[in-house]
């Protein structure tokens, strides 16, 4: 949905790098997911946030990742010294409650680790 | 255990023709909901229809409807009139409700479906 906006929709970094994905969920949405998509396979979740509060954080790698969701401006997915194998499409879903019958994705951002 | 299994990797139909993508479930949850997403070659993904578990009838979006079997535990997506557009890959996921981690989908490896001319 047009309405979560991801940047940037594509990303190269070379391996030892910092990659910092946003996304701004749409209007009156306070819940931000984040999943990553490796090739050839389905999304998997990695972390749930609402406006300053980290809810979920059971799908994130324990070293190098993080996430946050300030109470201005978007949330911020940072993975600190890439590696090749981080190589994936990190999607962004937002929903108003916790329990809607939609989730809304952006567009991805293809993260390219060279 | 898996909890959303897509057990066909692809599909073809041909055009005009109608196409069940097939998906199976694994819960103990009394209450969970039930996605289909649609991800073109460009990569997007888009929500095609949601399904509940206490929902009596079967959901349905214009072309797209959901056979639930509960069951059976199974979710599968019918396209009715396929279009030459709806040749991309297809995801089942599933949100369930009572559970530490509630909010998160879980999703299908993925069926991809290519339409015949």
């Known amino acids: 949905n047009a309405g979560v906006m991801q940047n940037p929709r594509h990303l190269v970094r070379r391996r030892g790098q910092e990659a910092r994905l946003r996304c701004s969920p749409m209007k009156g949405h306070s819940h931000v997911y984040w999943y990553r998509q490796l090739p050839e396979e389905g999304l998997k979740f990695m972390v749930y946030?609402?406006?300053?509060?980290?809810?979920?954080e059971s799908g994130m790698p324990k070293e190098r990742f993080s996430a946050e969701f300030p109470k201005e401006g978007p949330s911020i997915l940072r993975i600190q010294q890439v590696v090749r194998g981080d190589s994936a499409a990190y999607f962004c879903?937002?929903?108003?409650?916790?329990?809607?019958?939609?989730?809304?994705f952006g567009q991805g951002t293809r993260l390219t680790v060279v | 255990a898996q909890k959303i299994t897509q057990t066909q990797p692809g599909m073809f139909v041909q055009e005009k023709e109608a196409v069940t993508l097939d998906c199976t479930y694994d819960t103990s949850d009394q209450s969970y909901g039930l996605f289909w997403y649609k991800q073109p070659s460009s990569g997007e993904m888009i929500f095609l229809i949601y399904q509940g578990s206490y929902d009596e009838q079967n959901a349905t979006e214009g072309r797209y409807s959901l056979n639930f079997q509960k069951a059976r535990k199974s979710a599968n997506l019918v396209i009715s009139a396929s279009q030459l557009g709806d040749s991309a890959m297809y995801f089942c996921a599933m949100r369930e409700r009572s559970s530490g981690s509630a909010r998160q989908l879980t999703f299908g490896s993925g069926t991809q479906l290519t339409v015949l001319p």
């Open positions: 946030l609402q406006k300053e509060n980290i809810i979920d």
């Open positions: 879903a937002s929903s108003e409650t916790a329990l809607n019958t939609e989730a809304f």
